[in-house]
């Protein structure tokens, strides 16, 4: 099967993102140029150990979190925390996007004009690095807030032996907002720059400088170079550790007993591979998406019985991406797990226990989607739940006069106590979900999926309401304190995370966003100000808040009823507050 019905990308494009990377090699930091509808940036490598290792990260790896205002989807919504990458390939990057250099405004440009179909970031080594990051951010910055199809040109990332950037995070994030697709990385089978960054910088700082400047394509390579036969026994050493405890998370071997104790002291890289790889043998193409998978490719596909001849491939590999790319017309082309997967292992010379740790990565991978089919077969129950609150409980509590917050706080009657079923049970349902989220062991795109966001939201709104009435009717914001602080569900902040992205792609503002999130915690809001004196600032705020919370149905009218406790402590304001309060004319 050829390249570009597995990757969408021909061969002659591969060509043409190979040729412009080696035309970077004589700029400054990027050369742009044009073919066809086909925009391609390339970017130039460095070899100096700093553009590798940012020198004052502290940092084992050199890694560090990515700017969440800089780069608002890189991040976990599940665990709340930012992607890492390597610091000094981010200050390369904030250095292209700087006054400094015409990239940005030679992007928007591109953009602008409506001229292109793509816009393809390329490069070489490191340059592959600054290419990765170039298109994350222009994802971010054209991408993020776009709906309906592709306004702007569509991007593809095409690198030759190029350094692992980020970590689980960073691909996590590229595969929620399907933006994986967009990034394809060529790999020599023996080529060290791709396992460069599975080793700490402490393990190979005294070799790095020589390595580096052996990979520079104008230098020359010598037959038995022991200082690179060294670096390369490191970082494969190194490379296997990753490998196989991450085979063994995978397998569940929890009788390595050597390995867990190693790595109980061993800090492992953070770095993990994203988006397609395509492994180059001497007779194929071998891709694969599966960044356990390709984790364990990176070692085994490595391997040799000559370690000599190992160390002087693994530059020489570096060096062969010329050779791979006018020759890649007469490979066969194979997708793992798909099809050829015995032919393609054998390829890369697996060993039958080899395979066993790839065949557990695609195995891990058929267990997330798994879990996503039994979510989506309960997904009628959750609705169901939700329904029979929405459309019998709430207008059964309205009828009252109550609204359904103050019923189920004080939950004198039957549909009361089946509410309070309704409400554990639904908890328990996304707290298992969530449960799931943060273990890794759903795919990546659930999160991102508009079907689970709408319907966690649709949860949060209607059922929040009720943990705070059943966490204040148990008095424990005495015993455990505010709920916002101590109290609140992280089932509920989630949600809240997951809203609060989707609002991101509409173009809201930062502030915007914030605000119009935290109206199911409005009934946790009031309960606090009722047990407060009046502060004028605080209520208006409120009040305010109110208005745009019924705007976007985060509240409903249910809380101007007669029997509210909202209504109820309104009404207890002084009169010089109420007579100019926006509310007025609900309050009547």
């Known amino acids: 099967m050829a390249l570009e019905a597995l990757a969408g990308i021909s061969n002659d494009l591969v060509a043409s993102s190979w040729m412009a990377s080696t035309r970077a090699n004589n700029t400054e930091h990027f050369r742009k140029e044009e073919e066809g509808e086909i925009v391609f940036f390339s970017f130039k490598p460095s070899f100096s150990v700093k553009d590798w290792f940012a020198p004052e990260n502290e940092s084992p790896f050199g890694e560090t979190e990515m700017k969440r205002d800089q780069f608002p989807c890189m991040r976990s919504f599940s665990n709340d925390v930012d992607a890492t990458a390597n610091e000094a390939f981010l200050k390369n990057l904030d250095i292209l996007i700087s006054p400094r250099t015409s990239f940005r405004d030679d992007v928007k440009a591109v953009v602008d004009s409506m001229r292109s179909q793509r816009i393809v970031f390329t490069g070489h080594s490191s340059g592959g690095a600054t290419?990765?990051?170039?298109?994350?951010?222009?994802?971010?910055?054209?991408?993020?807030?776009?709906?309906?199809?592709?306004?702007?040109?569509?991007?593809?990332?095409?690198?030759?032996?190029?350094?692992?950037?980020?970590?689980?995070?960073?691909?996590?994030?590229?595969?929620?907002?399907?933006?994986?697709?967009?990034?394809?990385?060529?790999?020599?089978?023996?080529?060290?720059?791709?396992?460069?960054?599975?080793?700490?910088?402490?393990s190979t700082k005294q070799a790095l400088p020589y390595a580096l400047s052996r990979l520079d394509h104008t230098a020359s390579i010598q037959e038995n170079d022991q200082s690179i036969a060294g670096f390369s026994a490191i970082v494969m050493k190194d490379t296997e550790i990753a490998a196989r405890q991450s085979a063994c998370e995978l397998i569940g071997d929890g009788g390595n007993a050597f390995l867990e104790t190693f790595s109980s002291?061993?800090?492992?890289?953070?770095?993990?591979?994203?988006?397609?790889?395509?492994f180059s043998t001497g007779t194929r193409l071998v891709l694969m998406n599966n960044s356990d998978a390709i984790l364990q490719i990176l070692f085994y596909a490595s391997q040799s019985s000559n370690e000599q001849e190992l160390s002087l491939r693994s530059i020489r590999d570096h060096h062969s991406y010329e050779e791979m790319v006018h020759s890649m017309g007469k490979k066969v082309v194979n997708q793992l797990p798909l099809g050829g997967g015995a032919s393609a292992l054998s390829d890369l010379r697996l060993t039958t226990s080899d395979r066993e740790c790839v065949h557990a990565a695609f195995e891990a991978e058929k267990k997330r989607v798994d879990n996503q089919s039994n979510i989506d077969a309960k997904q009628s129950k959750i609705v169901e739940k939700l329904e029979w609150i929405e459309n019998e409980y709430k207008p059964r509590c309205r009828a009252l006069a109550k609204g359904y917050y103050d019923s189920f706080k004080k939950s004198p009657e039957k549909e009361d106590f089946t509410a309070n079923v309704t409400r554990a049970e639904l908890a328990g349902s996304f707290d298992d979900v969530l449960g799931l989220l943060k273990k890794c062991q759903l795919p990546d795109g659930f999160e991102g999926s508009s079907v689970w966001i709408k319907l966690a939201t649709r949860y949060r709104r209607l059922m929040e309401p009720l943990d705070i009435a059943n966490y204040h009717r148990h008095l424990k914001n005495e015993d455990t304190g505010i709920y916002m602080e101590k109290g609140r569900p992280n089932r509920y902040k989630h949600a809240q995370r997951l809203y609060k992205h989707d609002l991101l792609k509409t173009g809201r503002t930062a502030e915007e966003i914030e605000v119009s999130s935290l109206g199911s915690c409005f009934w946790?809001?009031?309960?606090?100000?009722?047990?407060?004196?009046?502060?004028?600032?605080?209520?208006?705020?409120?009040?305010?808040l109110v208005q745009g919370w019924i705007k976007d149905e985060e509240v409903d009218e249910h809380i101007f009823l007669e029997g509210s406790t909202f209504r109820k402590w309104w009404h207890s304001l002084p009169e010089h507050h109420k007579i100019y309060s926006p509310l007025r004319k609900r309050m009547g």
Request: glycine share 6%.
């Open 265 to 278: 002291f061993l800090e492992l890289s953070p770095y993990k591979p994203a988006g397609t790889f395509v």
């Open 131 to 202: 290419a990765i990051l170039a298109t994350v951010w222009y994802l971010e910055t054209y991408f993020t807030k776009q709906s309906g199809g592709f306004p702007f040109p569509e991007p593809l990332c095409v690198t030759f032996g190029a350094p692992l950037v980020g970590d689980y995070v960073f691909n996590h994030a590229l595969g929620r907002e399907n933006w994986s697709r967009f990034f394809v990385n060529f790999v020599t089978r023996f080529d060290i720059v791709p396992r460069i960054m599975l080793a700490p910088e402490a």
């Open 524 to 544: 946790a809001e009031v309960e606090e100000l009722r047990g407060k004196e009046y502060d004028e600032a605080t209520v208006k705020k409120l009040e305010w």
